[in-house]
């Protein structure tokens, strides 16, 4: 499980996201599901948003809405009572104690992966101190650890200390999935490109080839909204080429059986 934060001023667009809304408001069906209310009434984005908007009308905080989204990994599939108590769990562990805060979240269904969106009025219902937003990144990938480890969630392989280049702190959960995500399609035999881009595809992953005179010569991914370059999770155009290479070359060797009459 792993978890993305943003911090914004308008509850009513935030809402209306979870709640799967289009940009003129109407509904797009069975995209969302609304699953947990704290502190409101309201069941309609609207009302919901109206909520959140008054309490925090009182407050010196500019920017009262927060937006975690949780995402497990695709082949992880967490019922619908264990997403609800990881959004609370997650809500405690930030600081936002569900007795004290307004929290909306919703399910989308739009992914190959069970993912949350949890909203949250950052200022109590108490009148006291807003949630905190600093080290968001660093928090989150400790309680998500904490999280997966309490209600045993899948963890991410570890790889070989060494094996992947050094990049930037919010794409390294991204290039530890990437480089999973691939070596498994070649494991399956992988032999293009496209047979490569289809696999990943089913995975959540964006990919972007570039292919001269029927050789691969750049590529470069997107996972959950964060690029990152070939090289960087281990492999490169070259080193992919060459793959495809061999898992031809292992086809073209493969005996032929002739059946016994």
Known sequence: MIAKTTIGSNFLGAINYGAGHSLDGKEI???SELLLLHNIVSIDPLGIAMEMQQEAAG?????????????????????????????NRYCTKMGADPKDHQIAVYQHNDKPHKHIHIYINRVPTDGSKALETSHNYARN??????????????????????????VAENQKEVQKFVNLAIREAFKKKCSSPE???????????????????????????????????????????????????????????????????
């Open 29 to 31: 069906e069975g995209k």
């Open 195 to 261: 047979d490569l881009e289809r696999q990943l595809k089913e995975k959540g992953i964006e990919c972007k080839f570039t292919v001269e005179e029927g050789r691969l010569k750049y590529s470069s991914y997107s996972y959950r909204w964060v690029p990152i370059k070939g090289q960087d999770v281990g492999f490169t155009a070259k080193r992919l080429q060459h793959l495809f290479d061999q898992t031809e070359l292992q086809k073209l060797k493969k005996p032929e059986i002739h059946l016994k009459r």
């Open 59 to 87: 407050s010196r905080c500019k920017r009262p809405v927060w937006h975690s989204s949780l995402s497990w990994k695709p082949n992880e599939k967490p019922t619908e009572e264990q997403m609800i108590e990881a959004a």
């Open 141 to 166: 990938v400790r309680i998500c650890k904490e999280i997966t480890q309490e209600l045993g969630f899948a963890k991410v392989e570890k790889l070989e200390e060494g094996k992947l280049r050094r």
